[in-house]
């Protein structure tokens, strides 16, 4: 249909009353009321149910974008401790590290480590290395002449390095530490998990005990562990300073 020089498509049906859009378009004026123009397009309410659609959808992606990143730093926590713990026993078996001549009782070693290229993350504080959980692992020699030997390496892991009175190990970090610590059951003398009383000493203290060591009874084994003890004594950590020991020869 020929209409003011154009050629237009004729409409029918639904399609018979032109959009208010295509009223104006070409720069063209209506020559009808604006009321009377059906307008074109979507509801507010179907807008606002698009929106609501993409907000679900969005804290769904969020959450797992959150439980991912966990399960990544804690993947990550478990490799850098491990990694520790192999590097410091390689440290004593290629005699790097001499016991015989450390005067101190406690003997710290993150700086020998960082010196061979044996720590796993440089993130590292004073005497202590920050892993992928943000706690602090300080590696250790503790002169101590007895029956058990010359001494023993500890790491000791805690939050924030005492820097803050409650500062505890979380509940995550725990149980990933604890897991990691029943892998390495046949390697370990023992794992000590403490809760301080606020005045610089030790309230509680959970010591289970490597293969060589456990009988089952008076020192109970790491290999034993099971998730519910394992709950159970992340959860009487939780909301006091805290902090877990691995030793060994």
């Known amino acids: 249909m020929q209409e003011n020089g154009r050629n237009e498509r004729l409409k029918s049906g639904a399609d018979a009353q032109p959009c208010l ?17 059906p307008l074109c397009g979507r509801s507010m309410v179907e807008m606002l149910g698009v929106l609501a659609i993409i907000g679900v959808l969005s804290v769904g992606a969020m959450s797992g974008y959150s439980k991912a ?4 730093k804690l993947n990550k926590q478990a490799e850098q401790i491990s990694t520790l713990v192999y590097n410091l026993q390689q440290l004593y078996v290629n005699h ?3 016991a015989d001549n450390t005067s101190s009782a ?20 004073g005497n202590c290395m920050i892993d992928a959980m943000d706690n602090y692992i300080c590696p250790y020699w503790i002169r101590e002449d007895n029956a058990y030997g010359d001494g023993f390496f500890r790491l000791t ?6 820097k803050i009175a409650n500062a505890s190990v979380d509940i995550d970090s725990c149980r990933n530490i604890l897991y990691l610590a029943k892998e390495m059951h046949t390697i370990l003398w023992q794992v000590s998990s403490n ?15 490597g293969d060589v060591y456990c009988d089952n009874r008076s020192k109970p084994c790491l290999r034993d ?13 939780k909301g006091t300073r805290s902090w877990i020991n691995f030793q060994w020869f």
Request: net charge negative; hydrophobic share 30%; charged share 20%.
């Open 69 to 72: 990143m966990l399960k990544y």
């Open 96 to 98: 790097e590290f001499d």
């Open 225 to 237: 562990f099971t998730i519910s003890s394992i709950n159970d004594i992340c959860t009487n950590l």
């Open 106 to 125: 406690y003997t710290y070693l993150i700086h020998t480590l960082a010196k061979l290229n044996l720590l796993p993350s440089n993130n590292t504080d």
């Open 157 to 162: 892991i805690d939050h924030n390095n005492n």
């Open 195 to 209: 809760t301080g009383n606020g005045s610089g000493g030790v309230q509680t203290s959970l010591t289970y005990f």
């Open 21 to 37: 859009s295509d009223v104006y378009k070409d720069g063209t004026r209506a020559k009808r009321r604006q009321a009377d123009v």
